[in-house]
């Protein structure tokens, strides 16, 4: 039997602006980037909410890609919507309006068939419902999680109890910087691993991702895309990599993780070349194979 | 016979206020930290200009390394000062005093011995003399130069027929977008290659480098350090691992860049680790190899 893949987060509909143009009603959402690319690599259990306005169309979308979503849970009123832009900064959304609609009501319960998921990435959700969720969960066996900057603010107790029962955390180099107080990457990385997870990810965007895994370090570039379209989803997209090649694997040791990392940063390059998920929707494993072989090419002395 | 390596570029001393304290009547200048990178690889032949408040004990210490100082040349006056900050930034100096000193008149004129030097690195001076240099040497196999904001502001042309006549530009991500007019490092390297050079390294301080190659892609990150004491010279320092390590192999071809360029970032880790060139000053074959092979673990999947 396949390893799979549990996700709890967003499902949403984008308003995005950025220098290639803008795009309303766009499939969004953490949980759906992370769920379409994970889907590449491993059966994935989705779990999030949307409201009486999303289109069947999407969840069709997502059943074709082998994502169960028996824990996608439809609620009276409208499904979260986001308006941002990248026009000024194309690493840093700004937001212009959220609406969380539904999701503000949103408590993640299982499904039966999920209980027992041994790969769990919790993406970017209020940290209490992390926890809510992760203990629904019986024994999972690697769990992954990713949060931003308004937890780290207004929720940092619940972050450090969270932080202590996961492997992994996931988060961009804004968010490590402010979450351990340090200016430097490798230190700000090592001072979250010492909170709880044997595994820290900083992203850095255009400049790629670091890795601190016990004592060892592991640093590797973004593959290089010359016209960036619209750069929503990229932390999830590549999170549903990175986690998908683990849960695909069953195994969770340094150069496994590597790896995997390589598979993310394909995932969010392939990602950010079109608005909303239109890119990951088409994808092939060729493509994702042929891009891997030249991340290392041009990674590689 | 020994390749040999010819660099033009500024001597000074600099008064330095980082994070880690500050420094004054610290040696600096583009071509003594190039000079002292370099030696580790290959005999350097350095030409520069000093007043006659400079020190013999540098030049002894220059010439300790296989550095040829018969191109630095001696004036009445003072030597070259630059006062300069990095508290707001460690990634970027903030300038507050540059008294040019002797190097207002500087006009470079190659001993006899350098006329035939096979490699040259035209550090960032004004590039009316980087082209008066690159007359005076004979026929050089491999020329790579530096160069900065300001020229690409008041001497664009000068610069743009320099950058005919040269092998291989080396500048950082700002002056990149700058001289290229495009926001995206990988275009704005293509775009600076069809302005002449077979290959452009953009440096990306903290976050590593890239280099275009005909129509290859190499990316690096930069060898990870938790306390940058002192930026000041990283540039110059890994221009100076990398062509060195050029002019020891004496093969210019994209494996060799590649390698050379994994050298450079090794010599710069090490110089903004210390205040001036302390680190370089030390530094020994060993560690070099040491760091080389430890930068391509933690870069390797």
Not at 89 to 96: G, Q, R
Not at 132 to 148: I, R, Y
Not at 214 to 223: I, R
Request: with cysteine; hydrophobic share 40%; proline share 4%.
């Amino acid at each position: 039997m396949n390893n799979s893949l549990l996700v709890v987060g967003s499902v949403a509909f984008d308003h995005v602006t950025t220098p290639s143009g803008n795009r309303e009603e766009s499939l969004g959402g953490s949980a759906t980037y992370f769920s379409h690319s994970a889907s590449f690599f491993c059966p994935v259990k989705l779990v999030a909410v949307i409201g009486d306005d999303f289109p069947q169309k999407y969840i069709d979308d997502l059943n074709k890609k082998n994502i169960d979503t028996s824990g996608l849970i439809r609620r009276q009123g409208k499904t979260f919507r986001w308006k941002g832009s990248y026009v000024n900064d194309l690493n840093e959304a700004e937001t212009i309006e959220t609406n969380l609609n539904v999701f503000e009501t949103f408590k993640p319960v299982l499904p039966d068939n999920y209980k027992d998921t041994p790969f769990v990435f919790l993406a970017n959700i209020d940290p209490d419902l992390q926890l809510n969720v992760l203990e629904q969960v019986k024994s999972p066996k690697f769990v992954a999680c990713d949060t931003m900057n308004l937890w780290i603010d207004i929720k940092k107790n619940s972050l450090l109890n969270l932080l202590k029962k996961i492997d992994l955390l996931i988060l961009n180099d804004g968010e490590a910087k402010m979450l351990s107080g340090k200016s430097n990457l490798i230190s700000a990385a090592k001072a979250i691993q010492s909170m709880g997870p044997k595994s820290v990810i900083v992203k850095k965007g255009e400049h790629g991702s670091l890795l601190v895994y016990e004592n060892d370090l592991f640093v590797l570039p973004a593959y290089p895309i010359e016209t960036v379209v619209d750069p929503t989803g990229a932390g999830d997209t590549f999170a549903g990599g990175t986690i998908g090649y683990i849960c695909k694997k069953g195994k969770t040791g340094f150069n496994d993780l590597k790896k995997a990392i390589a598979y993310g940063t394909v995932m969010a390059s392939f990602n950010v070349e079109n608005f909303s998920m239109d890119n990951l929707i088409g994808l092939t494993d060729d493509k994702i194979s042929a891009r891997f072989d030249e991340l290392l090419k041009i990674s590689s002395i």
